[in-house]
Antibody, heavy 121, light 107 residues
Framework: EVQLVESGGGLIQPGGSLRLSCAASGFTVSSNYMSWVRQAPGKGLEWVSVIYSGGSTYYADSVKGRFTISRDNSKNTLYLQMNRLRAEDTAVYYC???????????????WGQGTLVTVSS | SYELTQPPSVSVSPGQTASITCSGDKLGDRYACWYQQKPGQSPVLVIYQDTKRPSGIPERFSGSSSGNTATLTISGTQAMDEADYYCQAWDSSTYVVFGGGTKLTVL
């Protein structure tokens, strides 16, 4: 059974750093595309970052240069290092397993339960 | 950047058909998918590749796409279908794009 379990969220002051983890089971993280998606309170879904099975990484403009996605193959875990946090980064952060079939057929077939990050003084 | 537009809200009576649209430039030239999200829960994939249903998703959920619009249709809508629905597509420059979401109310 595929499971994704996020952790690491919490209250952090503006300008601070936080690292989120997403422990996967039932499949191999390094063989898949994996993403982070966030949802601000009462708002819609926003894609944040992806790491491809080959190791390439991509980011939304809103987090580029501040966030870093990575994985630990030995732990089958995905990470999101978040630096220089801002109030507008406050959201529930979900990790998700990506599916990319053909050029534009891209979707998330499994999601974690999410972890809340609150950036406030 | 690529954008997807959804109506903020749709209302439907129990047992009737609900249609939720998602518009984007030449959306019909790329695949769209749909997620259902109930309050306090994670999103769940209900349609992918425009028209396909993942295992476990009821047959009353269907999808279509043509021109600039993708549509999620729920036939015989039930109270349990009340939720937020998001469309999503992939763009080579923006990567993953979500629509703003539609709140489906079953009256």
């Amino acid at each position: 059974e595929v499971q994704l379990v996020e952790s690491g969220g919490g209250l952090i002051q503006p300008g601070g750093s936080l690292r989120l983890s997403c422990a996967a089971s039932g499949f191999t993280v390094s063989s898949n595309y994996m993403s982070w998606v966030r949802q601000a309170p009462g708002k819609g879904l926003e894609w944040v970052s992806v790491i491809y099975s080959g190791g390439s990484t991509y980011y939304a403009d809103s987090v580029k240069g501040r966030f870093t996605i990575s994985r630990d193959n030995s732990k089958n875990t995905l990470y999101l290092q978040m630096n220089r946090l801002r109030a507008e980064d406050t959201a529930v952060y979900y990790c998700a397993r990506d599916r990319k079939e053909m050029a534009t057929n891209y979707y998330f077939d499994y999601w974690g339960q999410g972890t809340l990050v609150t950036v406030s003084s | 950047s690529y954008e997807l537009t959804q109506p903020p809200s749709v209302s439907v009576s129990p047992g009737q058909t609900a249609s939720i649209t998602c518009s984007g430039d030449k959306l019909g030239d790329r695949y769209a998918c749909w997620y259902q999200q109930k309050p306090g829960q994670s999103p769940v994939l209900v349609i992918y590749q425009d028209t396909k249903r993942p295992s476990g998703i009821p047959e009353r959920f269907s999808g279509s796409s043509s021109g600039n619009t993708a549509t999620l249709t729920i036939s015989g809508t039930q109270a349990m279908d009340e939720a937020d629905y998001y469309c999503q597509a992939w763009d080579s420059s923006t990567y993953v794009v979500f629509g703003g979401g539609t709140k489906l109310t079953v009256l």
